[in-house]
């Protein structure tokens, strides 16, 4: 399997933005499985599963993901900004080239062009 780690750390729109997600990446396959042992709170779960599942339907491809880790903080995690670098941890571990999506336009997270 792959690894993947993406550490969202910044400041945008005058907010603090952070979400820290590791995970494992199988090879493509029939259908995509993502298996959650990080541990942490559903809603953030959720929001890494967002992520992979939409960055996996952009580039068309199936695979198992194991989320291992996932890191935030009280004040500055949201499951958008969970969903953010879950996208960038799966483009880590496929050594994806980038891509305009996601992106910050002030505090929002843009997560594909409307």
């Given at each position: 399997?792959?690894?993947?780690?993406?550490?969202?750390?910044?400041?945008?729109?005058?907010?603090?933005?952070?979400?820290?997600?590791?995970?494992?990446?199988?090879?493509?396959?029939?259908?995509?499985?993502?298996?959650?042992?990080?541990?942490?709170?559903?809603?953030?779960?959720?929001?890494?599963?967002?992520?992979?599942?939409?960055?996996?339907?952009?580039?068309?491809?199936?695979?198992?993901?194991?989320?291992?880790?996932?890191?935030?903080?009280?004040?500055?995690?949201?499951?958008?900004?969970?969903?953010?670098?879950?996208?960038?941890?799966?483009?880590?571990?496929?050594?994806i080239?980038e891509?305009?999506?996601?992106?910050?336009?002030?505090?929002?997270?843009?997560?594909?062009?409307?």
């Amino acid at each position: 399997m792959k690894e993947g780690r993406y550490k969202l750390a910044k400041a945008a729109g005058g907010c603090c933005h952070f979400a820290d997600v590791s995970i494992r990446v199988g090879e493509p396959s029939n259908e995509t499985k993502i298996i959650d042992e990080s541990g942490t709170y559903a809603d953030m779960v959720e929001g890494a599963v967002f992520g992979l599942k939409l960055e996996l339907d952009r580039i068309d491809q199936k695979r198992e993901i194991i989320i291992d880790e996932i890191v935030t903080t009280m004040a500055d995690s949201t499951p958008p900004k969970v969903s953010y670098a879950a996208i960038f941890a799966l483009r880590s571990a496929l050594r994806i080239e980038e891509y305009p999506y996601p992106r910050f336009e002030g505090r929002e997270i843009v997560f594909e062009e409307n």
